[in-house]
């Protein structure tokens, strides 16, 4: 090859000797491109938006208690739907993957319709209205299918839209329901703990019934008015006696009857006995010596015959025994007053020591059932919430899938991707001829000008024989002027069919081409 290319003239020359090398290897790659992009399967896609939308009640009136992120839940209900199940049922429903059946595993095919399902979130930049900033949420999606069919790749984006859909509604109701089941089991376990509580709470009153924290006060004025009761009854009981004591002085000084003058004595010394035993003990000498006078006076009495003791008859006497009988007998009802009101006293006492002991029993018995009653008022509040949430859910009032763009009858498939397949293989044409026509000319070490030659034998050229055209030279060249012809007329069809997949699909161009071949 000549290796001193300086003009473009030397590029044409060398383009018009490997022109065959160039077109042929162009021609046939285009021409293989043009085969695939006609002759591969036609696959059509069918799109399903749908918009996810807020709830209609405000928040501040029902919350509601699906709580998870779209995004979450939306993987979620993915999953669901794609389950094999589903896909299966899918399947089976409109006879997918006939030609595949006999050659891959129901798994393989499974596997496929996963791939050819598309799944795309559309998100944007919203208000959070917590904390008032942007950020990133998810407002949408779309669910798309490919297929061979149109009208089969249509009908499965619906129903792949209906399911979600449907699996959006059957999640947050089993959420809320779930949630409500779940309050309401923890508040009936909460209640029984509150009747166990109540229960043990009476059993501790009937038993300190006395001695409970509200009755302290009550016990201690009881108390107080019991001593004080007390205190009086002694004042009184004092007074009695010493009515007792002046009575019996009194009756003492007074004759019972019109007796002797021994019997008037022993009075007498009767009187005065009572005057010192009230003063003193009976170890004192006179009321020692005043009981042995007594003593033998009423001997002497005996001995005389005469009753020491016989029926008063004086009016003075008896009334003054009527009253000492009286104030007996009062004396004896305040001392047993007095017993009774000591053991009142004695009880009430009781009472106030065991109080604290008692309150503090009752207090960490009644704290316990404070709390368990909050706690149960506090489920009993979300039970009643959930139970609205899920009513809002079975409404559909909550946040909820709407489809704003249904699937639609796809016009054109979307792959293969004609116009791509053909510029590729132009563009591999061109350049593989080019290549193998670089390869040849680098490969040719043919002398072609008087410079090439004087430069490769050092020698200076004299003369130069003009090229001599023969008759089959001449039939040569227009042979190849034919080839040339039907190449460019190839390349220029190339042409036609990468512009009109650019700007139709490519069935309305092969139906104009079958009838222009047919006219």
């Not at 290549?435 to 072609?448: K, N, P």
Request: glycine share 4%; net charge neutral.
């Amino acid at each position: 090859m000549d290796q001193n290319i300086k003009t473009f003239r030397d590029f044409t020359e060398i383009v018009q000797r490997r022109k065959w090398s160039i077109v042929i290897p162009a021609a046939c790659i285009c021409l293989i491109a043009a085969f695939a992009a006609l002759l591969l399967p036609r696959t059509y896609k069918s799109t399903s938006t749908i918009l996810i939308e807020e709830q209609e009640i405000p928040r501040e009136y029902v919350t509601a208690t699906v709580t998870s992120f779209a995004e979450q839940r939306l993987q979620s209900i993915n999953q669901r739907v794609m389950s094999a199940t589903n896909l299966l049922e899918v399947i089976n429903r409109f006879a997918l993957y006939q030609d595949l059946k006999d050659k891959w595993t129901t798994e393989e095919i499974i596997d496929k319709m996963r791939k050819d399902i598309d799944f795309e979130t559309i998100s944007a930049d919203v208000v959070n209205p917590r904390t008032g900033q942007p950020t990133a949420a998810t407002i949408a999606f779309s669910l798309s299918y490919k297929g061979k069919s149109p009208a089969t790749v249509q009908q499965i984006a619906n129903v792949l839209a209906s399911l979600y859909l449907e699996e959006n509604l059957k999640v947050r109701e089993e959420q809320s329901s779930g949630t409500t089941k779940f309050l309401e089991n923890e508040m009936n376990s909460v209640q029984k703990s509150l009747e166990e509580i109540d229960g043990r709470l009476s059993a501790f009153k009937q038993k300190n019934l006395n001695s409970l924290p509200e009755l302290s006060q009550t016990n201690m004025q009881e108390f107080d008015r019991t001593d004080q009761s007390i205190e009086q009854m002694n004042d009184r009981l004092r007074t009695l006696k010493q009515q007792e004591g002046y009575l019996q002085t009194q009756l003492a000084s007074i004759p019972s009857d019109s007796a002797t003058s021994g019997k008037a004595r022993l009075q007498e010394l009767r009187v005065q006995l009572v005057e010192l035993r009230n003063r003193y003990s009976d170890e004192y000498p006179d009321v020692k010596k005043i009981t042995s006078d007594i003593a033998t006076l009423e001997k002497q009495l005996r001995v005389s015959g005469r009753e020491t003791i016989s029926k008063p008859d004086n009016p003075a006497y008896v009334t003054l025994s009527s009253q000492l009988i009286s104030i007996q007998s009062e004396i004896d009802s305040a001392k047993r007053q007095i017993a009774m009101l000591e053991q009142k006293r004695i009880a009430y006492r009781g009472r106030i020591e065991a109080s604290p002991q008692v309150e503090e029993g009752y207090r960490v018995i009644l704290s316990e059932r404070n709390n368990t009653q909050a706690k149960y008022d506090d489920l009993m509040k979300k039970y009643m919430e959930a139970k609205v949430a899920h009513g809002l859910e079975k409404e559909q009032m909550g946040e909820r899938f709407t489809i704003i763009d249904s699937a639609r009858l796809p016009e054109k498939p979307v792959s293969p991707n004609v116009p791509a397949i053909l510029l590729i293989g132009l563009i591999l044409g061109i350049g593989s001829g080019a290549g193998i026509a670089s390869l040849r000319e680098f490969g040719d070490t043919t002398v072609r000008t008087t410079e090439a030659l004087s430069r490769v034998t050092g020698f200076p050229v004299l003369a130069g024989i003009p090229e001599i055209v023969t008759w089959q030279q001449i039939d040569h060249s227009k042979s190849r002027r034919t080839n040339l012809i039907v190449g460019a007329i190839v390349l220029l069809i190339l042409a036609v069919l990468i512009f009109h997949f650019f700007i139709m699909d490519l069935d309305i161009f092969m139906a104009k081409l079958m009838r222009w071949m047919a006219k």
